[in-house]
């Protein structure tokens, strides 16, 4: 039986927060229906699907009003919901795929026979067609999606929920996990309650839109065309992608340069293993340069090999002497040092780069370590701060801030000392219609005073924006 | 082809390792302690774990068995013929002896720990715990996740040290930024943590009265030889021992 679910001024404060994440949400949700939930970032739309699949628990904050699945609480009904997260490492639990995909099921006590053949049954629903026995670990992150989204259907969900199931996946494994869901949920009938910031692709899977305001105020509801059309400019505004209303930086392609760096026969790989031959490339000078290619293909490995971070396993990396200024060999031979003003590097986790405890340490950790005067720092630092609209929080913990701050910190921090030539490892992942303007003028203007800027990306309207691309496919590359 | 220990139910196998190293414990003489090594040596290649692995797990305890051999020669009890006087320093005769015991001890119970349970797989021991001895599942599943996370960890730990060199600190000042390195993993494990335990409870952790454990966890002939193999190393060092009269006894 697909399930219902009611909230009646129903509204969530975590623990330790005094706005409400929600508040007053009153929303009804038939039997069957396939709705696609849309709002700006802060609009409690990952809270409602939390509370919904029973994983919000009464220790973690308080609740007020009703919110109900069949007229009971979702933690009374454990199992009746099941819950696909947004990032697909983190939602694999047991190495092994069958054992993953069994994971729910086991959980709810159905008995073993039962659960192998859920199992089969859900990992060909998903049309995840690997041995049981598969490394879970080691899937494209498509194929982690599908996987998880199987689990979750061995549980036989009376209410499938999914918070931006494909936000961190390649333009194919986005098509691929939205067509398993589509096929799932017909198969199976069951409610479904889809989050995603992308509009363009789930709208026509789902037959009905919902728009959260800030704070979980009802704003929009019905025929997704009608919604969009009615509330497009509304929600284009506020940071969600609207089909047509992208935030589009008109920009054209500037001409092929001189190269800053090119690459001869280079094989890049961990440990000494390759995993990616790449054929010669040049990368021009004070342009963006989009690195496309599938999940898994090596676009991480090739970013971090060009930025000297790991050695070359086979092959040189050749920095043209404006590049090199004096240095000998690739930059893997250079000096932590010496890469300042040469090469940085933005890692895909802004997390992982926070050295400091403040956010104007951290832009100042580059300029210190090349031995600048307190007044230069100082200088430089209040600049940065102010066009990265982080003024305000120029004290703060870099870890307290939010993940579109954290991001547009990070890229601040690699532009402290200008480089020649930028790395960057999925720049715009994660980030709403506005927090992704911002950061994007943020690389353009990098690029207009000189930097390379190369960007590892699924993203296609950062590929739109970029003046070349490079596009890897497995076992090759071939430049575009 | 899985090695054959892999097929050993992973009770059986730290049962075993248990039994061999709880007798040997006990022992302290060079006899005892030599015959174990020598037996286990002869029957570790059954286990079906390639040699170079084998070598590999086995490193660790070679490195502390020397470590103890040379420091207890050099500053164990001094007993019969001195061959050498510096300073703290007497290498005799009794600290020699001593010295070959506590290093070939060492090998005799750190061996069958690096054949049996080194490579354990996770799964298969939470499983077996779940399904055998009927520990509770939150317990045994918030093991399993403590093993998942600590790959993640490793990674990560790596992740951040690269990040170090990008940011033009990663030549000097290594112990002054190390406590920014461990904060900066503990923020990003906290983070981990919380995730993995939200996907577990979306797939229903903690939802049935009885958890199933839809894997079977046997034990067969495989659990009996292996057993048998336990035995055979346990017997014959004590055995060995007591009829060379070289058998002794920790505490007496």
Do not use: C
Not at chain 1, 158 to 173: H, I, K, S, Y
Not at chain 1, 255 to 275: F, H, M, Y
Not at chain 2, 26 to 46: G, I, M, N, Y
Not at chain 2, 97 to 104: F, P, S, Y
Request: net charge neutral; glycine share 10%.
């Amino acid at each position: 039986m697909p399930a219902v679910v009611e909230a009646r001024g129903w509204g969530w404060r975590h623990a330790g927060r005094r706005p409400w994440a929600v508040d007053g949400l009153d929303l009804e949700v038939a039997a069957g229906e396939r709705v696609l939930l849309l709002g700006p970032s802060g609009s409690g739309k990952s809270t409602l699907l939390a509370a919904l699949a029973g994983v919000l628990a009464e220790d973690q904050g308080e609740s007020r009003g009703s919110l109900t699945l069949d007229g009971r609480q979702p933690r009374a009904v454990p199992g009746r919901a099941g819950l696909v997260l947004q990032d697909p490492q983190s939602q694999v639990i047991l190495p092994r795929v069958g054992d993953d995909a069994a994971f729910g099921a086991e959980n709810l006590g159905v008995p073993a026979d039962e659960v192998r053949a859920r199992v089969t049954a859900a990992l060909a629903a998903v049309g995840l067609d690997v041995p049981l026995d598969t490394a879970a670990t080691r899937l494209s992150g498509g194929r982690q999606q599908r996987l998880a989204l199987a689990g979750v259907l061995a549980m036989r969900p009376d209410l499938v929920l999914l918070d931006e199931p494909t936000a961190n996946l390649d333009p194919a494994g986005v098509l691929e996990v939205r067509d398993a869901v589509a096929g799932a949920v017909d198969a199976t009938g069951a409610t479904l309650i889809v989050v995603e910031h992308r509009v363009a692709v789930w709208a026509e899977v789902v037959d009905r839109v919902v728009v959260l305001g800030p704070g979980g105020a009802l704003i929009a509801d019905g025929d997704p065309a009608a919604v969009l059309e009615a509330q497009g400019r509304f929600l284009a505004d506020r940071g969600v992608w609207v089909p047509g209303r992208s935030p589009a930086v008109r920009r054209a392609p500037l001409a092929p340069s001189a190269p800053i760096l090119s690459t001869e026969r280079l094989v890049v790989g961990r440990d000494r293993r390759g995993v990616l031959d790449v054929p010669d490339t040049a990368l021009p000078a004070a342009r963006l340069t989009a690195l496309t290619g599938p999940n898994g293909v090596g676009k991480t490995t090739l970013a971090l090999t060009l930025g000297g971070l790991l050695p070359p396993v086979g092959g040189r990396v050749l920095p043209a002497p404006a590049l090199a200024d004096g240095l000998r060999g690739g930059p893997w031979s250079w000096r932590s040092r010496e890469l300042l003003g040469r090469v940085s590097v933005v890692f895909q986790s802004p997390q992982h780069q926070f050295l400091t405890g403040t956010v104007r340490d951290e832009l100042a950790v580059g300029l210190r370590a090349l031995r600048r005067t307190p007044a230069e720092v100082a200088a430089r630092v209040d600049e940065l701060l102010e066009r990265l609209d982080l003024v305000r929080l120029a004290e703060a913990n870099p870890f307290t801030l939010s993940g579109g701050q954290q991001r547009r910190l990070s890229v601040g921090s690699a532009l402290a000392v200008p480089p020649r030539l930028l790395l960057l490892d999925e720049p715009t992942f994660g980030q709403d219609a506005l927090t992704w303007a911002a950061l994007v003028a943020l690389l353009l203007e990098g690029v207009a005073e000189g930097s390379a800027a190369v960007a590892a990306t699924h993203d296609p309207e950062l590929v739109a924006v970029a003046d070349g691309r490079v596009a890897l496919e497995r076992e090759r590359a071939v430049l575009a | 082809m899985t090695p054959l220990v892999d097929r050993i139910n992973p009770l059986t196998a730290i049962g075993v390792a248990l039994l061999v190293d709880v007798v040997l414990l006990a022992s302290v003489d060079v006899v005892t302690a030599a015959v174990a090594v020598l037996a286990e040596l002869l029957l570790a290649p059954l286990s079906g774990i390639r040699p170079a692995r084998l070598a590999r797990r086995a490193v660790p305890l070679l490195a502390a068995a020397a470590v103890a051999g040379v420091t207890i020669s050099l500053y164990g009890r001094t007993a019969g013929v001195v061959h050498l006087r510096w300073w703290l320093v007497v290498v005799s005769d009794g600290s020699l002896q001593l010295a070959l015991a506590t290093a070939l001890r060492i090998l005799a119970i750190g061996l069958p720990a690096a054949v049996l349970l080194a490579g354990m797989d996770a799964t298969r021991l939470a499983d077996a715990l779940g399904s055998r001895l009927h520990l509770p599942a939150r317990f045994v599943l918030a093991g399993l996740a403590a093993v998942r996370l600590v790959e993640v960890f490793g990674e990560d730990w790596r992740t951040i040290a690269l990040a170090r060199r990008a940011r033009g600190v990663g030549d000097t000042g290594r112990l002054r930024r190390l406590p920014g390195q461990v904060f900066a993993l503990l923020v990003v494990a906290l983070r981990r943590a919380g995730l993995l335990a939200t996907a577990m409870e979306a797939r229903g952790l903690g939802a049935a009265e009885r958890r199933t454990w839809s894997r079977p966890s046997p034990f067969g002939r495989l659990d009996v030889l292996a057993l048998a193999a336990g035995l055979l190393v346990v017997a014959l060092a004590v055995g060995i021992g007591l009829a060379t009269g070289s058998y002794r006894v920790v505490l007496t």
